[in-house]
Every structure is written in C-alpha cells, then in structure tokens.
C-alpha cells in the first residue's frame, strides 16, 4: 500500500507550490491523479518507464492498451510525434487546449510501453488550468488514462479516484468536478482520410468542418464492435461498466419518445417477472413515465453535454441500487450524442434492444 496524499487546489487558479510539490512526485518517479477537462488522469513523466509501468499495474491495465501522452506546448508535441501536416496544424490551432487526441507518427524518444509498440502516439494539450500548470511545472509530457480502475467507469471527480486507487497512488489532486465529463475525441490523423477511434466532446461534424475533409466513422467508434487490437486507448476492451450488467434500449426515431419508453417498460416487466430487481436510466423527459420502478436521472435530451457530463457519475451510481439488471435508455448519436453511445454500449458489452 501507498500512503496517498489528497491535495485540493482551486480549478481556474491551483497554487503553485501545492502543483509544484506534485510535479516533484512525478519527477521522483511517483504518480499522481489529476484532473483534466473530461475526466481524471493518472499521470507519470513519459520518460520514465519504471512509473509508466506502475500506471499499467495499478490500473490492471493490460500492457498492449496504449496511453495518451498529454502537453502544455507545441515544442513538447514534435519532441513526441513527427509528420505533423498543415491540415493537422490547423486543425490544432483551432481546439487545443481542449479535448482532441491526435494519433501521429511517433518519434524514437518515445517509450515503447507509451504506445504498446505501436509505431504511432496519441497526443493531446488538455483544456484545464491544473493539468496544464502540472505539465509545466514538471518542464516534460505527461502519459495519463484515466485515473480508474480498467474497466470501471471513468472518474470525473477526485471521490471517484478515491474509491479506485486510494492507497495505489501517491497524490491525488482534488479540484471538483471536471468541466465536461467524458474522455477526448481521439482522431487518427497519421492515414488518409482520417478515422475517428473514439468520438468525444469535438463532434464529427466539427472536425469535418475543420479538417476540411470526410472523416471516417467506423462501427467500432461507433461502439457496436471491439478493435481486435488496441491502436488507440479506448478502441479494445470492455470500458465504463459498473458491476451491474446493462440493457441498451436503443430506437430508429428518438422524436417519438414513447417508442422508446414502450420498449422500456416492456422490457423491465419481464425482467420483473424473472424475479429480477431493475434499475432504469432515463432522460429528463420521460423518467417519469417510469412511476413505481427505481430511476436515475442522467440528463436532457435537449442537452446532450449535460447527458454526457453525468454520464460517468450515473453508471457509478447504479451499483448503489443492487440490482441485478439496468435498463438504458439510447441517445440520438448526432454531436457528443456519438461519444455517449459509444460509451454506453461498451459499458453494456454491446448488450443492445432495437426498437423500430
């Protein structure tokens, strides 16, 4: 066991001296958790291996799963990658900091246990005042996933380290919530056309409209399917899931709620009659059609940011009810619509019901 330091730092502002002692943990080898604008990262210094490994071990990573290598300045992204063209330039110009990974040609300096022997590396420059100062105070990249256990949902606030990795990790930075609550929009842009590995916060239509081009979405980023090998974090393996398995209730016309709602309900009272106890996810608008039955409320349909920011702490929440089944309601996949079925059918094993 590690004797884990919780360190609380104000968000917009975090003092220097508290990040300072931080990034002296990270040059001594250690490894701390901290936030970014979409969830928590568990972060080492890039070059050093020993530490990187403790993140995979820790984690229960599996080591062919690459991490991201997260920046604070353009020098550190061609200390990483090689082969950065103008229309990627441009693209970067326009939304980092923020929540785009692009997966580029890696230089040598690069880790082999950074990027799982891949010839590429994902790269972003995170949009939160607390990862960009810890960058710069440790004056190197830091490689971060997400400061969870494997598997399990993400964290998007410093509680939800707690209860993973209190007493596997030195420090864990506390600064509230995170701004946006699920994992970067990860863009592979070292192949033309470019493919989407995992849809984020930056839609596809916004990065079409930058990059200029199609953008390829494939059903794996779609969350229908598993990569057969990990080119990118987030691509294999099952993610997000709470101990309680999920049912995905997904319709063809999310105009028509009561389509949706229907498939619910019909579902959940046969489950009921199997003697099964079931736990429903809803959207502000229909959650109470579900009258008599337990129900979380993750969000509006007419806001999919503010789905997408409790969906994390919502499928933490579900194993609070004991129940042996939750039922999801789907989500219309246009804009960050994409990343929250992506996320929700990973989490469910691709356990989907189609309504038509």
Request: aromatic share 6%; glycine share 6%.
């Amino acid at each position: 066991m590690v004797e884990t330091e919780i360190i609380t730092v104000d968000p917009l502002n975090p003092d220097d001296k508290k990040i300072e002692k931080c990034a002296n943990v990270l040059k001594n080898g250690g490894i701390v958790a901290f936030p970014t604008e979409t969830v928590y990262g568990l972060g080492a210094c890039m070059y050093d291996r020993n530490a990187v490994r403790k993140i995979f071990e820790v984690k229960q990573r599996p080591f062919d799963n690459p991490l991201i290598v997260h920046i604070e300045n353009l020098k550190q992204l061609y200390e990483v990658a090689k082969d950065v063209n103008e229309k990627v330039r441009n693209l970067i110009s326009h939304v980092w900091p923020g929540p785009l990974t692009v997966i580029l040609p890696k230089k040598r300096n690069v880790p082999d246990i950074v990027t799982a022997h891949l010839d590429t590396v994902a790269v972003r420059m995170p949009a939160h005042p607390v990862a960009l100062k810890l960058i710069r105070k440790l004056g190197r990249p830091i490689v971060a996933p997400s400061a969870n256990l494997a598997g399990k949902p993400s964290p998007t606030t410093a509680n939800h380290v707690i209860e993973d990795l209190f007493g596997l990790v030195d420090i864990i930075i506390d600064a509230g919530e995170t701004f946006l609550g699920v994992e970067s929009t990860i863009l592979n842009v070292s192949i033309h056309p470019p493919v989407l590995l995992r849809p984020g916060p930056i839609s596809v239509e916004k990065l079409e409209e930058l990059f200029g081009e199609k953008i390829i979405v494939t059903e794996q980023a779609r969350g229908l399917i598993e990569s057969e090998k990990a080119i990118s974090p987030g691509t294999k393996y099952k993610h997000y899931a709470p101990r309680t398995p999920l049912i995905i209730v997904e319709s063809e016309n999310y105009t028509d709620l009561s389509k949706i709602v229907s498939g619910v309900l019909d579902l959940v009272k046969k489950k009921i009659e199997y003697g099964k106890k079931v736990v429903i996810i809803a959207s502000s608008e229909t959650a109470d059609y579900y009258g008599g039955y337990d129900v979380i409320k993750i969000g509006s349909r007419k806001n999919l940011y503010e789905v997408a920011k409790n969906l994390f702490k919502v499928l933490r929440e579900v194993d609070k009810y004991e129940a042996d089944i939750c039922v999801v309601e789907g989500f219309d996949e246009k804009g960050i619509g994409l990343a929250i079925m992506n996320r929700l059918r990973k989490a469910s094993g691709f356990n989907i019901i189609k309504i038509r």
